[in-house]
Nanobody
Framework: QVRLVEAGGGLVQAGGSLRLSCAAS????????MAWFRHPLGKARSFVAA????????YYADYVKGRFTISRDNGENTSYLQMNDLRPEDTALYYC???????????????????WGQGTQVTVSS
């Protein structure tokens, strides 16, 4: 079993930055792909970014490209989401997810992920 714990959320002004982290415990060595999703209040959960095990392949939603960067440290079993130039529309509960298989091309689909964190709130004021 794997447990994911997010941290790093908070309140920031528009244009500011935050760095989220996702620490994996348990059988973390089985995790192939890690990802971030977000869930704005009153809206559906949506894909933000994903990274494969080696860190050499990353995927981003169009609305965060050029502003957000996903990375991972396998030695620490942790993934990160560096968020720059934050906008009010980035306000959401951000979730970390992990996929043990990592072969599905549907990296932006919540259904392929085996484990989820509890979420960390990001609020961007205008």
């Amino acid at each position: 079993q794997v447990r994911l714990v997010e941290a790093g959320g908070g309140l920031v002004q528009a244009g500011g930055s935050l760095r989220l982290s996702c620490a994996a415990s348990g059988r973390a060595d089985t995790l192939f792909r890690m990802a971030w999703f977000r869930h704005p209040l009153g809206k559906a959960r949506s894909f933000v970014a994903a990274i494969n095990r080696n860190g050499d392949t990353t995927y981003y939603a169009d609305y965060v490209k050029g502003r957000f960067t996903i990375s991972r440290d396998n030695g620490e079993n942790t993934s990160y989401l560096q968020m720059n130039d934050l906008r009010p529309e980035d306000t959401a509960l951000y979730y970390c997810a992990a996929d043990e298989e990592g072969t599905s091309p549907r990296y932006n689909n919540t259904l392929i992920y085996d484990y989820w964190g509890q979420g960390t709130q990001v609020t961007v004021s205008s």
